[in-house]
């Protein structure tokens, strides 16, 4: 037993391998661009409780997750397909087609309000099959396609209504979708919310399917020799965010009591905004949906603190085009940054 006391390393020496592990753990978990954007959200909620009037307000909170629900939902399915290397940018459109057709359906079919919503949701999925047929039926760059399908689903949704609006939908269930949790001011719908949000999270850091989302992402020649179906699976992740766009598309029309061809325009840039600002890199192979969630958080307290503010609509506009670039520059600098350090460690390691 003498000779293995040779190779056992002394316990100060332990020891101090054990404090650099845990140094590293706390600087890899703090170092994160997860955690600058939950740092960022935390300050944000601060200065805007405490130098914008009415913002730290029950009512105020109320309305804030209710704009940030359709931006959520969407942003989950998303997250998934920007870390395999693609993007959908129909997702907006897809949300005012699916719209349109409820409430044609309700104006005119007499189907029941239930099985409408069973129905548009399936239009959304289908919209979605649609584009995922272009990107990995075809072998189109997922840019072009959903380039092409946001402009062709949004003339779709006036095709169906026109310029005309159906607001007749019944007072119970439009009162529904904006009904708190009682005692609260939060909505009710942030349960199936977060209910969602943990299943996608699951999928995508705890199981083979998600790792394999990511070797998408990083190279798609090599997940395909690991035995992944890229094609396939990449399909199936269009069809969910169709999905997803059409369960958003029910939420907009009864919040707002309206099904109108323009709803959620402009929605798709602040989804990706968020995405990207959350630390998915616009390559892909990279992120993680506690990031994207409160890059959401982010996003929605600073329009929602401005527009308190009365700042004008354009100016947010700018704010969102402004953190997208910076979302896509920064998390990059960061990493190029860290890989230097690292190879200049291993170049002139510290003399023990």
């Given amino acids: 037993m003498a000779h293995d006391s040779l190779y056992a390393a002394p316990p100060s020496v332990v020891g101090a391998g054990r404090e650099t592990s845990r140094f590293a753990t706390l600087r890899g978990l703090f170092g994160s661009w997860d955690a600058v954007i939950v740092g960022a959200l935390v300050v944000a909620v601060l200065v805007a409780g ?9 009512r105020n909170a109320q309305f804030l997750l209710l704009d940030l629900v359709p931006l959520a939902f969407i942003a989950l399915p998303m997250t998934l397909i920007v870390i395999t290397g693609e993007i959908d940018l129909s997702v907006a459109s897809m949300v005012g087609l699916c719209s349109t057709l409820m409430g044609q359906l309700w104006l005119s079919s007499g189907l029941s309000l239930e099985l409408i919503c069973v129905l548009v949701v399936l239009l959304g999925a289908v919209l979605g099959a649609v584009n995922g047929l272009f990107v990995t039926g075809f072998g189109l760059p997922s840019l072009a396609v959903t380039i092409g399908t946001l402009a062709l689903y949004r003339g779709l949704s006036f095709v169906v209504l026109g310029d005309q ?4 939908f019944p007072a119970d269930w439009t009162a529904a979708v904006v009904r708190n949790i009682p005692g609260t001011s939060i909505p009710v719908v942030l349960v199936p919310l977060l ?11 705890a199981t083979p399917p998600g790792r394999a989302l990511y070797a998408m992402g990083n190279n798609d020649q090599a997940a395909t020799f690991t035995g992944v179906s890229v094609a396939r699976t990449k399909f199936w992740l269009f069809v969910v965010s169709g999905a997803v766009c059409g369960l958003v598309g029910i939420f907009w ?11 959620a325009t402009g929605l798709e840039l602040t989804v990706v905004t968020a995405v990207l600002l959350g630390g998915v890199s616009i390559f892909g192979g990279r992120g993680a949906l506690l990031g994207v969630l409160a890059g959401v958080l982010l996003l929605g307290v600073l329009r929602n603190a401005l527009q308190l503010a009365d700042v004008d609509a354009n100016a947010l506009t700018i704010v969102t085009g402004t953190l997208l670039i910076a979302s896509v520059v920064l998390p990059n600098a960061v990493a190029d940054i860290r890989a230097r350090l690292h190879r200049r460690r291993q170049r002139h390691p510290v003399a023990s």
Avoid: M, Q
């Fill in 50 to 58: 405490l130098t914008v009037e009415n913002f730290a307000t029950g």
């Fill in 165 to 168: 609006a159906v607001a007749d």
């Fill in 195 to 205: 209910l969602l949000a943990l299943v996608f999270g699951a999928v995508l850091h």
């Fill in 253 to 263: 029309t009864l919040r707002y009591a309206s099904a109108r061809g323009d709803n």
